[in-house]
Nanobody
């Protein structure tokens, strides 16, 4: 098991940027595939971005391609989500997720993950 703590959320105007961070406990962070999901009020949890153990493979939801970038620093046990050109429809609680894997897979469904952070609120005003 790994504990995940998100930070970096907040209120930003449309067109602005935010960088979310997710800090993981433990010394085996490099063994975990990581992902970001979001959930708006009254909606299902939605895939945003995911990254392989090494960071060499990434996947994005179509709605964020070209605007969001996922990255990780295994030396700091942290995964990031750089969000640019934010839109009001990006408003949601953003969750970090992790799953220990033994290959370089990228996991894009919430059922694939078994470790979740508490979430951080992102609000984009128009």
């Amino acid at each position: 098991q790994v504990q995940l703590v998100e930070s970096g959320g907040g209120l930003v105007q449309a067109g602005g940027s935010l960088r979310l961070s997710c800090a993981a406990s433990g010394r085996t962070f490099s063994m975990y595939a990581m992902g970001w999901f979001r959930q708006a009020p009254g909606k299902e949890r939605q895939f945003v971005a995911a990254i392989s153990r090494s960071g060499g493979s990434k996947n994005y939801a179509d709605s964020v391609k070209g605007r969001f970038t996922i990255s990780r620093d295994n030396g700091k046990n942290t995964v990031y989500l750089q969000m640019n050109s934010l839109k009001p429809e990006d408003t949601a609680v953003y969750y970090c997720a992790a799953r220990a894997v033994n290959t370089g897979v990228v996991l894009t469904t919430f059922q694939s993950y078994d470790n979740w952070g508490q979430g951080t609120q992102v609000t984009v005003s128009s």
